[in-house]
């Protein structure tokens, strides 16, 4: 039986790193005979220029029937000042949200090769592999009531809402145990007990649901000193699980500390494993085609997409032994570059990555 | 004419730093003869202990008569699991809200002598001086309505209120934009405007009150990418400014950058500069009692007090004059301390200072 897979290239260097995301997943097609048929749309700015909006009703019709969803990157400054209503950020949160896509992975790996480009000292980073499992349909980012309004004295006055129910935190905190259990089998819950309502909430239920994984530590931590620890030592951490606005903060700095973010993917997947993948870093509308973006954050999201929604093990594992192929033979995109490696382009990297597969 | 200052020690290593701080205080107090009165009371723990509420009423009104409060940390595991309405940070959080103490001053700044700790590489962070201003009495530290509450099906759920006032905003975006006149003259202002209502409020805000800054550098950055350029790059930030949330998680990791945040203070203001001053760091329950503690960040809060609520610069240059002595003494406490420096206990370091002064 065949497999629909529905490629959304977005903004910037969407379109870019996807054509050689799709080279290799259409190699992987042939080789390991996965049957997947691919269609292709729009999402974010792209889509706003095409339908109007950021996400049209016949994308998100073609997305609820794929099995899975590549995604580029969206955003770019053409859109920054349309109606906020239609800004392309509106057309992810929105696939994200009727999808019901609440499981974010977004790994932050360390790649040996690439050592030195981080930030922080060799001895901190050495090794570093961290997984932040974000909650990503709830919370602050859909809560309702949200309004902007004038008050009867005159003044403007804005809120969010916050808000958490029960079922929400025991599927993600679900989904935290059991990455932690084919990991290192250690936990850390992060969130603000000490003010927040909506944590309290949170921590309660995640206790309640370590009582059916007895083989995970668990622990919990703020989310102010969870943001010290990962600069000070985060080799400390294995799995982390977190909510939505928590997890978008601490997952981009735990990203930065690789040093290398044009490298990590990620996924968001429902509760039957279908997802979307996509690169953690955004579409750099700076360096938009120049041929210059590095591509393998997404060719690596192509292998998590055989993982985590196939269950492709040995297709996925392959993809990301070519990666490291790539690595060790000294290929580097700019942003990744270092003294003594061979500058190469979008295209080239991911004509390497093809070749070693 | 007598100034009052009330000496608030609270939990853990709270009262052994406090201890330290206060000599240092009152040697100031001779040398300057700067007329201060101190007197004591308890917060956090300690009250709970005393008063069976983490700030008493007559405490409270202490505070409000006071010209100055100087507080050392809250909060411990013996106080865990009692009732959450009367934990020791509810009295933190009453006695910042309660006085209106809005402006949150919170620098992250490296000492030269201290490079070394840092987990980043020291290119990045040598000569690094930050100073994260956040709001302190408002969001959804204190926003109403918050509920935890069982719905119709059983569940049980819970939420927060993050709500902005444009007033709220234009206070704390002047004192943004004050610090940075005195200092280099550039501004980050950090939101979530791409999600959240109140982040619109807050950008459109900041971006009125610049018109009376023309001299200062604004610019915007999304909480996420705030998070990422800290660890990639930090010393591109001169001040930044941003709400109690992002403020709590921001002033954190930029503290852990230095590698010292036994070293970092921090003042909370109100609309006339009455202040509360207290060490960045917490009550460190583990090492309390013990002697070991660092009382520089509380000894730094002095300075800080001295320069903000009584403007007596001379006195406050002479304390950090006086903790420099003593780093380039080699004296350190065990947090600070490296190969080749002597270690000392907490009363050594503050007797160092005083001999310094
Ligand atoms: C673009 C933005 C709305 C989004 C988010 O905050 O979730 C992005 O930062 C991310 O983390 O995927
Ligand atoms: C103790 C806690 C309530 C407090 C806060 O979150 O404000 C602390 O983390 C701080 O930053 O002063």
């Not at 899975?68 to 969206?74: N, P, R």
Request: aromatic share 6%; net charge negative.
């Amino acid at each position: 039986m065949s497999k629909q897979i529905l490629v959304l290239p977005g903004d910037g260097i969407g379109p870019e790193i996807v054509a050689e995301a799709v080279k290799v997943l259409e190699v992987a097609n042939d080789k390991y005979q996965l049957g997947f048929e691919l269609s292709y749309d729009e999402l974010g700015g792209a889509a706003v220029d095409k339908y109007g909006v950021p996400l049209a009703d016949e994308t998100l019709e073609r997305a609820r029937a794929a099995d899975a969803i590549l995604l580029g990157a969206v955003g770019g400054p053409k859109w920054d000042t349309i109606d906020p209503a239609i800004r392309p950020e509106r057309g992810l949160l929105k696939i994200r949200s009727q999808l019901g896509l609440f499981g974010n992975l977004r790994p932050a790996l360390l790649y040996p090769q690439l050592a030195a480009a981080s930030s922080l000292k060799p001895e901190i980073v050495a090794g570093l592999d961290i997984l932040i499992v974000r909650e990503l349909t709830g919370g602050i980012y859909f809560g309702q009531p949200r309004e902007s309004k004038v008050l009867e004295n005159g003044e403007r006055m804005a809120y969010d809402t916050l808000p958490y129910s029960e079922s929400e935190i025991r599927r993600i905190a679900k989904v935290g145990f059991d990455m932690a259990m084919v990991r290192g089998k250690k936990l850390c819950s992060v969130d603000k007990a000490n003010v927040l309502a909506s944590s309290q909430l949170w921590r309660a239920v995640v206790e309640e649901v370590a009582k059916d994984y007895p083989e995970v530590e668990l622990s919990h931590m703020y989310v102010d000193n969870a943001a010290m620890q990962l600069v000070r030592a985060p080799k400390q951490f294995d799995v982390m699980v977190t909510d939505n606005m928590f997890g978008d903060i601490l997952s981009d700095e735990a990203s930065m500390l690789t040093g290398s973010i044009g490298m990590l993917p990620s996924a968001s997947l429902d509760a039957n494993n279908k997802g979307m993948y996509e690169p953690c870093h955004g579409s750099a509308p700076d360096i938009a085609g120049k041929g210059i973006a590095n591509p393998l954050a997404t060719i690596l999201s192509v292998s998590m997409m055989l993982r985590y929604s196939f269950a492709q093990v040995e297709a996925a594992n392959a993809i990301e032994q070519a990666v490291s192929v790539v690595l060790d033979q000294g290929l580097r995109t700019g942003d990744i570059w270092s003294e003594g490696c061979q500058k190469v382009g979008t295209r080239e990297m991911g004509d390497a990555v093809v070749a070693a597969l």
